[in-house]
Each structure stands twice: as C-alpha cells, then as structure tokens.
C-alpha cells in the first residue's frame, strides 16, 4: 500500500488491528506499508478491501497479490541447524 506519510503509523496500526490481518509491516520505496489478510475465499477478500481497507482514506493506492499455493512456510530452525543437540 502506499499511505499518505502523515498517517502511516495510524493506518498501520488499526490494520494490524483486524482480525484478518496477521502481519503489517512499514517499510520504505514507493509503497509504504505491507500487511498480509487471511481470508476464507476471493468473496470475503473482496469484501474486505472495500469495506475494511477502503475507509482508511490515507489508503492512496493498494495492490493485491493473492497466494496461489505455498511451497513453503518460514519458522524457527531446530536446534540441530545451529550444531547443538536437540533438547531432551
């Protein structure tokens, strides 16, 4: 998303307050903040943006880019990928 600077932190964080999103980030360049929804199908997705997302008006533009399929999700390494023995 790009948002207008002045209300970045506010934006950021009444995104980071809804339910669907489980992570927003700010970052630099020409989009200015990143969040990831989790929602049940491209209805409530939809829905989501243009009545959730939608009234923030610092929103000045948003891009949308739908997981098609996972191939693999991040985590902690266990404690063998550090040398030490795992825990007993």
Known sequence: MTVRPSELLHV???L???PEISFASVTTGP???LATAICRDNADLYRYLTERV???DAVQTLETAPVLRTVKRTGALPPQAYGRPASS
């Open 12 to 14: 950021a964080r009444t």
């Open 16 to 18: 980071a307050g809804h």
């Open 31 to 33: 989009t200015n903040l």
């Open 54 to 56: 939608s009234a923030l």
